[in-house]
């Protein structure tokens, strides 16, 4: 494969999406992580033409099955707790950066990518004034780290009503500051 910009991109993104869901869990090395993520489907998908004209039914289908494919394959590799949750995680957190951050940030995939959610968002998002919520209080308790599918996805329904429907999903994070993450 040659070391493009994509290639360049890929690297960083996968490192970056490890190093954010890696953080006290032991047994998950950047390695296996990484390998999860180019074993599960997501990077091809994302450098591939059909990727930019996406729904977020069709987003979820694919999400489903790259999330399940990196706790399949973390799994296998001796990789404890691999939960959906953290799948999540890796799988959104490589998105931003391929897709969300990039020269393509403009197209569908960018507008339905589901943001990274861990407890500091969820914790600024249910203490923020403006948003009005019934699960405002829930959200200050959900360990993303245990979130499983039928959770993970419930708390996103929760959390995409939020956000205007004309506006991408990423514009969530607005309530996140990498300095407030501790």
């Given at each position: 494969?040659?070391?493009?910009?994509?290639?360049?991109?890929?690297?960083?993104?996968?490192?970056?999406?490890?190093?954010?869901?890696?953080?006290?869990?032991?047994?998950?090395?950047?390695?296996?992580?990484?390998?999860?993520?180019?074993?599960?489907?997501?990077?091809?998908?994302?450098?591939s033409?059909?990727?930019?004209?996406?729904?977020?039914?069709?987003?979820?289908?694919?999400?489903?099955?790259?999330?399940?494919?990196?706790?399949?394959?973390?799994?296998?590799?001796?990789?404890?707790?691999?939960?959906?949750?953290?799948?999540?995680?890796?799988?959104?957190?490589?998105?931003?950066?391929?897709?969300?951050l990039?020269?393509?940030?403009?197209?569908?995939?960018?507008r339905?990518?589901?943001?990274?959610?861990?407890?500091?968002?969820?914790?600024?998002?249910?203490a923020?004034?403006?948003?009005?919520?019934?699960?405002?209080?829930?959200?200050?308790?959900?360990?993303?780290?245990?979130?499983?599918?039928?959770?993970?996805?419930?708390?996103?329904?929760?959390?995409?009503?939020?956000?205007?429907?004309?506006?991408?999903?990423?514009?969530?994070?607005?309530?996140?500051?990498?300095?407030?993450?501790?």
């Amino acid at each position: 494969m040659p070391y493009d910009m994509t290639e360049h991109r890929h690297r960083f993104a996968a490192w970056a999406a490890a190093r954010a869901v890696q953080r006290r869990w032991r047994s998950a090395k950047k390695e296996k992580l990484r390998d999860a993520l180019e074993g599960c489907g997501v990077r091809e998908f994302v450098c591939s033409p059909e990727s930019r004209d996406i729904d977020e039914d069709r987003f979820r289908q694919f999400h489903r099955q790259w999330c399940r494919a990196v706790i399949e394959s973390l799994t296998q590799q001796g990789v404890a707790d691999a939960t959906f949750g953290r799948a999540a995680k890796l799988v959104a957190v490589y998105l931003k950066v391929m897709v969300v951050l990039s020269a393509a940030g403009d197209c569908d995939l960018a507008r339905v990518v589901n943001p990274p959610i861990d407890r500091t968002e969820l914790q600024k998002v249910a203490a923020e004034v403006g948003v009005d919520s019934p699960h405002k209080r829930l959200w200050k308790t959900v360990n993303w780290t245990q979130l499983t599918e039928e959770n993970y996805y419930s708390l996103i329904d929760q959390l995409r009503v939020l956000i205007p429907s004309s506006d991408p999903f990423w514009t969530l994070e607005q309530y996140w500051n990498v300095a407030d993450d501790s």
